[in-house]
């Protein structure tokens, strides 16, 4: 059983709003940096925006960078990717991902380094 579990998927409209959530149910959440993933049907899965350990120093893919931003409350093990002027090319799987990284920073483009994985919330953007 996956220690991660992401939730806020639906579907919304063309410029809607969604804040999904990531809740870790292991030990030590505040050690992992988060990464947020997506797929699109048919598509590779991609890095959309992780965040460190502090809660600081977010990076961002240039495709959602100015409309995502991301935060974490270590008191509640949850990390939230908040989603605004949502687009149709934003439909598809989100997972989030746990880091044990030993620097504390998060490496977006690097799945691969990510030691845990969630099951995935869909989006789906459409009128």
């Known amino acids: 059983q996956s220690l991660l579990v992401e939730s806020g998927g639906d579907l919304v409209q063309p410029g809607g709003s969604l804040r999904l959530s990531c809740t870790f149910s292991g030990n030590l959440f505040n050690y992992y940096a988060i990464g947020w993933f997506r797929q699109a049907p048919g598509k590779e899965r991609e890095g959309i925006v992780c965040?460190?350990?502090?809660?600081?120093?977010?990076a961002f893919a240039d495709s959602v960078k100015g409309r995502f931003t991301v935060s974490r409350d270590d008191a509640k093990k949850t990390a939230y990717l908040q989603m605004t002027n949502l687009k149709p090319e934003d439909t598809g799987k989100y997972y989030c991902?746990?880091?044990?990284?030993?620097?504390?920073?998060?490496?977006?483009?690097?799945?691969?380094?990510?030691?845990?994985w969630g099951q995935g919330t869909q989006v789906t953007v459409s009128s």
């Open positions: 965040i460190d350990v502090a809660g600081r120093n977010p």
């Open positions: 991902a746990a880091d044990g990284t030993v620097n504390g920073f998060c490496r977006l483009n690097e799945a691969r380094a990510y030691d845990h």
